[in-house]
């Protein structure tokens, strides 16, 4: 049995009697950040009824409007450090501790939180300026060429092509990172700069065998497109990633 087979074995382990929490923890992160994308859709579109002038209208829509969207979903994004904490913590215990998801919403945790997010962000904007290259010649391109390809059947689908290519290119590569907050949970008093130089040194040599495993998980992924399956796909994968990455810290750890 391969590697990632018995991770995901182990992980599907985990999830059996923890399924109802685990969903309820995916919602909980994502529900909030429906809510924000549609106040900021809410909002531009009152921008559109009430303000004729194109220009100024789209000023507001994208200064205005998209600004407080990114900062909205960036203050929010310590929830995010709490779903890793709370699927972390359950590849050791075996159940999943809800309170986890709010751990970081809670003084010096909160900024720490942020800190380590801004980190991580800051370490792949050139990444993904160059993981998206193919996706905005391809729109460039495509708005020179104009109508009737632009807007067309063929131009959506090629341009969701290129965005899934792109995203899951930019996520896998993250995931190098990935281990900077898992360590964090095992030691709290790490500092930011301490948590991503453990990181790197968990991960030397290993992304491959992260690599491998998310993209074991390829046929799963591509169910998810019928939204539903997700649901149990992404708790699948994100308590894969969160054992394999127990296991390659207590390498580490043993090792040295």
Same mark, same amino acid.
């Given at each position: 049995?391969?590697?990632? @087979?018995?991770?995901?074995?182990?992980?599907?382990?985990?999830?059996?009697?923890?399924?109802?929490?685990?969903?309820? @923890?995916? #919602?909980? !992160?994502?529900?909030?950040?429906?809510?924000?994308?549609?106040?900021?859709?809410?909002?531009?579109?009152?921008? &559109?009824?009430?303000?004729?002038?194109? +220009? $100024?209208?789209?000023?507001?829509?994208?200064?205005?409007?998209?600004?407080?969207?990114?900062? @909205?979903?960036?203050?929010?994004?310590?929830?995010?450090?709490?779903?890793?904490?709370?699927?972390?913590?359950?590849?050791?215990?075996? !159940?999943?501790?809800? +309170?986890?998801?709010?751990?970081?919403?809670?003084?010096?945790?909160?900024?720490?939180?942020? &800190?380590?997010? #801004?980190?991580?962000?800051?370490?792949?904007? $050139?990444?993904?300026?160059? #993981?998206?290259?193919?996706?905005?010649?391809?729109?460039? #391109?495509?708005?020179?060429?104009?109508?009737?390809?632009?807007?067309?059947?063929?131009?959506?689908?090629?341009?969701?092509?290129?965005?899934?290519?792109?995203? +899951? @290119?930019?996520?896998?590569?993250? $995931?190098?990172?990935? =281990?900077?907050? =898992?360590?964090?949970?095992?030691?709290? &008093?790490?500092?930011?700069?301490?948590?991503?130089?453990?990181?790197?040194?968990?991960?030397?040599?290993?992304?491959?065998?992260?690599?491998?495993?998310?993209?074991?998980?390829?046929?799963?992924? $591509?169910?998810?497109?019928?939204?539903?399956?997700?649901?149990?796909?992404?708790?699948?994968?994100?308590?894969?990633?969160?054992?394999?990455?127990?296991?390659?810290?207590?390498?580490?750890?043993?090792?040295?």
């Amino acid at each position: 049995m391969s590697a990632e @087979a018995i991770i995901k074995s182990q992980a599907r382990d985990t999830l059996k009697n923890n399924y109802p929490k685990a969903v309820t @923890a995916l #919602l909980v !992160v994502l529900l909030p950040y429906y809510i924000i994308d549609g106040s900021t859709t809410v909002i531009s579109c009152i921008f &559109s009824y009430f303000i004729a002038e194109t +220009t $100024l209208r789209a000023i507001l829509i994208y200064t205005l409007g998209y600004t407080f969207e990114i900062l @909205a979903f960036f203050f929010f994004s310590p929830i995010v450090n709490g779903y890793i904490r709370a699927y972390y913590n359950a590849s050791y215990t075996g !159940v999943m501790d809800m +309170t986890d998801l709010y751990y970081y919403f809670d003084g010096d945790r909160y900024k720490k939180a942020l &800190s380590m997010n #801004l980190n991580a962000l800051l370490r792949l904007l $050139l990444p993904a300026a160059l #993981l998206y290259i193919p996706l905005i010649i391809f729109e460039i #391109l495509s708005a020179q060429i104009g109508e009737p390809f632009y807007g067309s059947v063929p131009y959506i689908d090629i341009f969701f092509i290129l965005s899934v290519i792109s995203t +899951t @290119a930019l996520f896998i590569y993250s $995931l190098r990172y990935f =281990t900077a907050y =898992t360590v964090s949970c095992d030691i709290d &008093s790490l500092t930011v700069k301490q948590a991503f130089e453990y990181s790197k040194h968990i991960m030397k040599g290993r992304t491959g065998s992260m690599r491998k495993l998310v993209l074991s998980f390829t046929p799963w992924l $591509l169910l998810c497109i019928f939204v539903l399956p997700a649901l149990y796909v992404i708790p699948y994968l994100t308590q894969s990633i969160c054992i394999s990455a127990k296991w390659m810290t207590k390498a580490t750890f043993e090792v040295n």
